[in-house]
């Protein structure tokens, strides 16, 4: 007689051909890979949004207002924000922290020296200064002094630079020379008026308005202005995911609008998580069909060589030892299986960090913690599930 796992040897070799074993095998290799995709996928994705070597600061903020229809035409009112509104705004989970942006009440008037011939008119605004992205120690006035640090928006030295400069056949200025010419500030109410000189102190990409510190703002709308605090018609909001479609849908829900260049990847990332939860679905329906074909294999495997197993129990054989060495046979199978799905993936991954630190987005070049995870945990649910199988197989057969 032949030695007993050179019998149990045969009977999976003779049980059926190897055509099921195959598919078995191609069906979970290809289950784990799209199953590690989609978790590697969720990864690199949290990643790009949150990770620090992709952070972009001026993208944390957002300017909202309302929008301006043909009904608030000549109603001011309705474009100012009311108490309600403001903490309605500050409750959602996706906002950090909300300041009110405070416009002035007088008019003001600029005049640049020397031979810029630049006069215009123009306003000024106020936001706590933890929502401005520029620090120097310039930032700050008292009462009394008679030069108001200004911050000006990027976008206003362009047009400068770029548009009327050119039109007008004027010298274009550099940021440093904008820093070290005196302004000519005049600001007025009436009968009252004041002259200051202004200093740019910095230029801002994250508020396009011409700001200057919140104490001279008070102290100018106190004395120049009405007298009473008017409700702030934009607000400017901290987000952690200016892209969140929880946001944008927020926004458009209450007629708000802010800068679309901002959020315009929102519909993006709405698309990349239906993607990833489609192929992860895939996946899970892939590793279904897998542990389905393998449980019909071994069920006809054991069906197929009944008298062979009733002879080596009657010869002696336990039905866990049949059931310890079938399971060395098979078991070698998903662990090479499950680990050239891990290098598939890694390679992926490893390419997917090279191609996206080209365009400065970075992700690591390895499998995340959560992937490895999830191969370890479908190899452990695929041995439970062929093993419960055995049991029960040779439990009816023997």
């Known amino acids: ?66 929008k301006i229809t043909n009904d608030m035409m000549g109603q001011s009112a309705r474009s100012m924000f009311t108490p309600e509104e403001l903490a309605q705004i500050k409750q959602q989970s996706f906002v950090e922290a909300a300041g009110y942006i405070t416009s002035s009440q007088f008019k003001v008037t600029a005049a640049a020296p020397g031979d810029l011939q630049f006069y215009t008119d123009m306003f000024f605004e106020s936001v706590p200064d933890s929502f401005i992205d520029v620090r120097n120690e310039a930032w700050q006035w008292q009462e009394g002094s008679t030069t108001i640090p200004i911050i000006l928006p990027n976008d206003f030295l362009n047009l400068y630079n770029f548009g009327f400069a050119l039109s007008q056949s004027l010298p274009q ?9 005196p302004v000519k500030i005049t600001i007025s109410k009436g009968l009252l008026s004041a002259q200051f000189t202004g200093r740019i102190v910095g230029f801002s990409d994250r508020i396009s308005s011409f700001l200057v510190p919140a104490s001279f703002m008070s102290w100018a709308n106190n004395l120049y ?44 990332k709405l698309i990349v998580q239906t993607i990833v939860s489609v192929i992860g679905f895939f996946g899970v329906v892939l590793l279904l069909f897998a542990l389905l074909v393998f449980s ?103």
């Open 173 to 181: 200025i550099s940021q440093e020379t904008v820093k070290n010419l």
């Open 296 to 398: 019909m294999f071994i069920q006809l495997v054991i069906a197929s060589c009944k008298k062979e197993i009733q002879l080596l129990v009657m010869l002696g054989a336990a039905p866990r030892q049949l059931r310890r060495h079938l399971m060395r046979q098979l078991a070698p199978l998903y662990l090479v299986t499950g680990l050239l799905a891990l290098v598939l993936v890694t390679a992926l991954q490893w390419w997917a960090a090279r191609t996206l630190a080209a365009h400065e987005m970075f992700v690591s070049p390895w499998p995340g913690a959560g992937t490895l995870i999830a191969a370890a945990v479908v190899l452990l649910l695929v041995y439970w599930v062929n093993s419960s199988s055995i049991r029960k197989y040779i439990a009816q057969n023997s």
């Open 225 to 268: 202005g009405n007298g009473t605090a008017t409700a702030p018609s934009r607000v400017v909001i901290k987000t952690s995911d200016p892209a969140n479609p929880a946001l944008v849908q927020f926004l458009d829900d209450h007629g708000y609008t802010t800068n679309q260049d901002k959020i315009k990847y929102s519909k993006t």
């Open 1 to 66: 007689m032949l030695p007993f796992f050179q019998l149990l040897k045969k009977i999976i070799q003779t049980g059926i051909g190897k055509g099921r074993l195959a598919m078995a095998t191609v069906g979970l290799g290809i289950a784990m890979v799209l199953l590690l995709i989609a978790f590697q996928a969720h990864t690199n994705f949290n990643q790009l949004l949150h990770g620090q070597q992709n952070q972009n600061e001026s993208a944390d903020f957002l300017v909202v207002n309302k």
